[in-house]
């Protein structure tokens, strides 16, 4: 088992810091979309309850891997109809809040060294490893798939780089600021090097809400590169 301490990047302490304002820090960045970070998570599990339907995917086990505060706790359980959710994060302080604030779920929140081998069947991760050092970036990607049951996925999300306005909205955030981004490709690639089956490749959030009308259209833009994130489904053999 991977120790949690070599996953942490240099701005880990900034993570237990700012714990307390992390949801205002976020909002600044996402004010330039003109949602909330709720809108995204929701909408982040939406697709996933779309392409879990299309594979005939029932997921029951899930790990949040980098949960932060828990955002998308809530929408496990009443969208994707997750039946026990365990969120992992490096920063305590985080996992201090995501408890209190999602006790009525009985979500676990834990350090990431308590994960056990083979325990899910989901693996749910939205702008974490942009936060991980890249010479540690291959020892969590093994640390989900240990975690993962044969057969399961890893629902990896990423901010876009060929966005600008992903950019943009990255650089009006504090715990961002040496953020080192991963390109598609990059994602890809380090997937495939941990034992990784790519299944798909998603782009979404072409719209900010003045063009929310548009937004019927993003089912059929997922092809794109030019979305706001990016999703590579990835299954465990």
């Known amino acids: 088992m991977t120790d949690s301490t070599s996953l942490r990047s240099?701005?880990?302490?900034?993570?237990?810091?700012?714990?307390?304002?992390?949801d205002e820090q976020l909002n600044k960045g996402l004010s330039?979309?003109?949602?909330?970070?709720?809108?995204?998570?929701?909408?982040r599990i939406q697709w996933l309850k779309r392409r879990f339907h299309q594979l005939g995917f029932a997921p029951n086990q899930c790990l949040d891997f980098g949960c932060g505060t828990g955002t998308a706790t809530p929408y496990f359980y009443e969208d994707l109809g997750i039946g026990s959710v365990t969120g992992t994060d490096?920063?305590?302080?985080?996992?201090?809040?995501?408890?209190?604030?999602?006790?009525?779920y009985g979500?676990?929140?834990?350090?990431p060294d308590s994960i056990g081998e083979g325990c899910f069947d989901l693996a749910f991760c939205n702008g974490v490893f942009h936060h991980i050092d890249p010479?540690?970036?291959?020892?969590?990607?093994?640390?989900?798939?240990?975690?993962?049951?044969?057969?399961?996925?890893?629902?990896?999300?990423?901010?876009?780089?060929?966005n600008p306005l992903t950019r943009l909205?990255?650089?009006?955030?504090?715990?961002?600021?040496?953020?080192?981004?991963?390109w598609p490709f990059e994602a890809r690639t380090l997937l495939r090097k941990g034992g990784f089956e790519i299944a798909k490749t998603d782009y979404r959030f072409f719209f900010p809400k003045p063009l929310a009308k548009l937004r019927p259209l993003e089912p059929s833009l997922s092809w794109c590169v030019m979305g706001a994130q990016y999703l590579v489904l990835a299954r465990k053999p």
């Open 10 to 22: 240099p701005d880990d302490e900034d993570f237990d810091l700012c714990a307390e304002n992390y």
């Open 32 to 43: 330039i979309s003109g949602e909330s970070k709720e809108f995204f998570a929701m909408e």
């Open 90 to 104: 490096p920063s305590e302080a985080s996992l201090t809040i995501a408890r209190e604030e999602w006790k009525q």
């Open 107 to 111: 979500a676990k929140f834990i350090l």
């Open 135 to 162: 010479a540690n970036r291959a020892d969590a990607v093994k640390q989900v798939f240990n975690g993962l049951r044969s057969g399961g996925y890893f629902a990896f999300w990423e901010n876009n780089p060929w």
């Open 169 to 182: 909205a990255m650089s009006r955030v504090p715990f961002d600021a040496d953020a080192i981004m991963l």
